[in-house]
């Protein structure tokens, strides 16, 4: 059975502090990886999508993949208290187009 | 990123009763709609995959009898819960994807309670 795990948290870092969100995953034969952010009873909205091995940059988030540890995570810097939210990691396994496997999510607190 | 809407965003009706849930992709075709739902403190579940003009795909565990979709045109689809029970009562999400796209966007959801 294909599974997305995620430290459910709560992850607490203090403003301005870089946060660090983690994901792994279980079947090798993984396409595409994608972070998500969920605020509290509204819908996911995407961050971040990285399909190569390396580290991807855009604004204040990175996406680093490693497909031979089978391990991506999320870098928050300068960590707002706007980010608090949930993060939820997704995973497509290259099955039927934009089926997604997610993670249960880590719940991110940056305390002002 | 792509424009979607749901509608109605929040609904309460009394069990037994029916409701009808619309997803709308404002910008672009959807050849492919994934319906979801989230319970309080869970991960997002994928419920059903329908393609425009055919049946839907429904996921182990899935009453498809109870969870009608109806995916008639390339901008619209419906997802009606049939004689709706409290354990229905969740947060219900649409994810239309266009047969190019890779990245997958979703509805901004639809809160259901059943009393």
């Known amino acids: 059975q294909k599974e997305v795990e995620q430290n459910s948290g709560p992850l607490s870092v203090p403003e301005g502090a870089i946060a660090s969100l983690n994901c792994t995953y279980s079947?090798?034969?993984?396409?595409?990886f994608f972070w998500y952010r969920q605020y509290s009873g509204k819908s996911p909205e995407l961050i971040m999508s990285i399909y190569s091995n390396g580290d991807k940059e855009d604004g204040r988030f990175t996406a680093q993949l490693n497909k031979a540890s089978q391990y991506v995570s999320l870098l928050i810097r300068d960590s707002q208290p706007s980010d608090s939210a949930t993060y939820l990691c997704?995973?497509?396994?290259?099955?039927?187009?934009?089926?997604?496997?997610f993670g249960k999510g880590t719940k991110l607190s940056v305390k002002p | 990123g792509a424009v979607v809407s749901q509608h109605p965003s929040r609904v309460i009706c009394k069990s037994g009763t029916s409701v009808k849930i619309e997803c709308r992709s404002l910008?672009?075709?959807?050849?492919?709609m994934f319906w979801y739902r989230q319970f309080p403190k869970q991960s997002l579940m994928l419920m059903a995959t329908?393609?425009?003009?055919?049946?839907?795909?429904?996921e182990q565990g899935v009453e498809k009898d109870k969870f009608l979709i109806n995916h008639a045109s390339l901008t619209l689809s419906t997802l009606t819960v049939t004689s709706a029970h409290p354990e229905d009562s969740s947060f219900y999400i649409c994810?239309?994807?266009?047969?190019?796209?890779?990245?997958?966007?979703f509805g901004p959801g639809t809160r259901l309670l059943v009393l």
């Open positions: 329908s393609n425009e003009g055919s049946k839907a795909t429904y």
């Open positions: 079947d090798r034969g993984s396409q595409s």
């Open positions: 997704a995973v497509n396994y290259g099955g039927s187009q934009g089926n997604l496997i």
């Open positions: 994810s239309p994807v266009h047969n190019h796209q890779e990245t997958q966007y």
């Open positions: 910008d672009f075709q959807a050849t492919t």
